[in-house]
């Protein structure tokens, strides 16, 4: 079986671009016993990915020169050599980005097409939707009548977060770029209050959006939201820091001055919790209660979801660079 | 009954001068019913009474211009009109810089100076002790084996920190200014290393002293020693912070690069947890237990502490601003 490869050709310097990966084309060897071969249906893209790129210090190795970029996959078995899986199931795997691949049985997850579309183990149901549950229950911990502030937040992991707040009793203000998105945080996703980032007077529309201040910031982004965002926060309040996608491209540090020390002022004086996390630290402690809890709310509606679907493999590239500026709208997948 | 009073009459921009206070006599009221009158024997200067002196919001209010400064004070009732305290008590009150004061017997706590000497109710027995405890313990959780970071470790509270993560198995790397200090913190407190921030190779000596990296830093400081320490950080450290004292008479930012980015992205990939705290929160919950570990420690030697008594309520404000500077060694208590 041949499969297309999308490899990292090159370590970007800034935003990647077309000439940071290569295509190319391999036959897959015979199958062992426990392995199964996958004919790849969708590639999840997120930001997480811009990490691996970059050989700088991180939770994960950096993709090498020459490898397939890695990525989660729902794919269709097209042979098998594992007991339990059959030509024709569906699986979520770790393939990454290609159009085929072979797997141990034991390390991909069957997926029942009749629950849930299956795009949905890559998005509200999956890794971001976990991320979201995770930090903002055991992190960001919301008490009934607090304000919940998430940016990216027609996002997998941001519309997540502001509906989970919602059905925990708080109050969900999400950003997000641009009016159609804005829109859709409150006609889809019910949060309480949304902005644009992107408008002029941002600022004094938090300011107006959070009347009692902020105690839980689901961080995703920084950049000039994080500086905003800090400015209105309560004591006590918990900063969950699962991402930061406006500094990930960033090739210097900014230009001063070195607001470091206020911000460690401001931890100090107003009692502030900042913890990063990565989601598969929560899988053993909170891994079944998501599944029981966001399945359940999916299928009774309390949490809906907005996926970006990209046509075509050879277009990932460019579809992960647009969404590092922030172009999808909503979870971000390639039907290969 | 007369007091003498050292009351603020100016917010200072910058280090706190002589002309920051002024000294007035007054003659305090009679007694009422459930009163005592107060002869001030020790205050108590702690770094956190510059964050008294701003304006700024913090998690307490400021002096007013022309009020008594606030502090820690052990005195003996003079005279009494509250069941359960006679003439000669020994009592902890928060009675501010001054000779003389009336309380609520209520409000204060007899001291029983067959226990202890009277002073450790203002250091390792009272506040800065129990800042140490409950922060390190709740906030720092350092496991058998880890190491744990502190500055300023000759004060009440590093010193106390360092000696508690010991108990517990852990490896204490203490950072002071200046040989003495530097010696103290192994010959006295048992610290397994002990470093000079003030040394030119400071960055590498504390590469050196931590070879496993850094599990816990107990934020006291900030500045430069914090710059160095968070590049030794290992993941999932945890980083308590209770005072910034090398912040604290700043009157601007820092010029730049801005490292916020860059401490935020720290945050992220390496699972940090930044946590600001006042010790009055733990109250409540590690109260009881701090009062018998510490007191236990403290008796059988395992934990020790240093005092540096200033002579003369006058000296105060000098005594103060060098504090800020890091010119005390141990406690710092004046006898007034």
């Known amino acids: 079986m041949e499969t297309t490869q999308i490899r990292l050709a090159q370590r970007p310097v800034g935003a990647p671009a077309q000439d940071t990966f290569a295509t190319a084309t391999q036959t897959l060897?015979?199958?062992?016993?426990?392995?199964?071969?996958?004919?790849?249906?969708?590639?999840?893209?997120?930001?997480?990915?811009?990490?691996?790129?970059?050989?700088?210090?991180?939770?994960?190795?950096?993709?090498?020169?020459?490898?397939?970029?890695?990525?989660?996959?729902?794919g269709e078995v097209v042979e098998s050599r594992f007991d339990g899986l059959v030509p024709g199931d569906t699986v979520l795997s770790y393939s990454g980005w290609?159009?085929?691949?072979?797997?141990?049985?034991?390390?991909?997850?069957?997926?029942?097409?009749?629950?849930?579309?299956v795009t949905t183990a890559l998005g509200v149901l999956g890794m971001p939707g976990f991320t979201a549950y995770a930090g903002l229950l055991e992190i960001g911990r919301p008490q009934e009548g607090e304000t919940?502030?998430?940016?990216?937040?027609?996002?997998?992991?941001?519309s997540a977060v502001g509906q989970i707040a919602r059905i925990k009793g708080a109050r969900a203000v999400g950003i997000a770029g641009g009016p159609d998105k804005v829109r859709a945080l409150t006609d889809t996703f019910g949060f309480d209050a949304a902005l644009d980032h992107r408008a002029p007077d941002f600022v004094e529309q938090l300011k107006a959006a959070t009347p009692d201040g902020i105690d839980v910031y689901f961080?995703?982004?920084?950049?000039?939201?994080?500086?905003?965002?800090?400015?209105?926060?309560?004591?006590?309040?918990?900063i969950p820091v699962c991402g930061l996608v406006?500094?990930?491209?960033?090739?210097?540090?900014?230009?001063?001055?070195?607001?470091l020390a206020g911000f460690l002022g401001q931890v100090l004086t107003k009692s502030l919790?900042?913890?990063g996390f990565i989601q598969d630290e929560f899988t053993r402690s909170h891994g079944r209660?998501?599944?029981?809890?966001?399945?359940?709310?999916?299928?009774?509606?309390?949490?809906r979801y907005l996926e970006d679907v990209v046509e075509g493999l050879e277009n990932a590239p460019a579809a992960f660079a647009g969404m590092l500026r922030g172009d999808n709208f909503g979870k971000l997948v390639v039907k290969v």
Do not use: C
Not at 148 to 157: C, D, I, W
Not at 219 to 238: I, M, Q, S, T
């Open 219 to 238: 961080e995703n982004v920084g950049g000039h939201v994080f500086d905003a965002v800090r400015r209105r926060l309560n004591n006590h309040a918990r």
């Open 289 to 303: 209660d998501f599944v029981r809890d966001m399945g359940g709310w999916l299928a009774d509606g309390r949490v």
């Open 246 to 259: 406006a500094n990930y491209n960033l090739t210097s540090q900014p230009e001063g001055p070195d607001q």
């Open 29 to 74: 060897p015979d199958l062992e016993d426990g392995q199964v071969a996958l004919a790849i249906r969708y590639l999840s893209l997120d930001p997480y990915m811009r990490g691996r790129l970059s050989s700088a210090n991180s939770y994960a190795e950096p993709v090498a020169i020459g490898d397939v970029m890695v990525g989660g996959t729902v």
């Open 98 to 117: 290609q159009s085929a691949a072979i797997a141990q049985g034991s390390h991909v997850r069957k997926l029942d097409p009749s629950l849930a579309p």
């Open 273 to 275: 919790t900042v913890r």
């Open 148 to 158: 919940v502030v998430v940016a990216a937040a027609t996002g997998p992991v941001g």
